[in-house]
């Protein structure tokens, strides 16, 4: 699943099953806090038109190479 901010400047990996992002967010704090314009929305497609979180790349890349 991924998680998009409606601010858009990055969007992140949700792992399956899991209450944080790739990167260390709680998803429940993605939702809660913030100003609304920029509150998470999440959703099983990639956004096509924003970069991927720096971190939750990094960790997206040393996932892969246990697989
Ligand atoms: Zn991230």
């Known amino acids: 699943m991924y998680a998009r901010s409606e601010n858009g400047r990055v969007y992140h990996i949700i792992p399956r ?12 704090r993605l939702v809660v806090t913030g ?27 040393k996932e892969g190479k246990n697989e």
Do not use: N, V, Y
């Open 17 to 28: 099953g899991q209450q944080f992002t790739l990167c260390g967010l709680r998803i429940s």
């Open 35 to 61: 100003r609304k314009h920029e509150r998470a929305h999440f959703g099983p497609e990639k956004p096509a038109d924003q970069p991927l979180c720096k971190h939750c790349e990094r960790m997206d890349r």
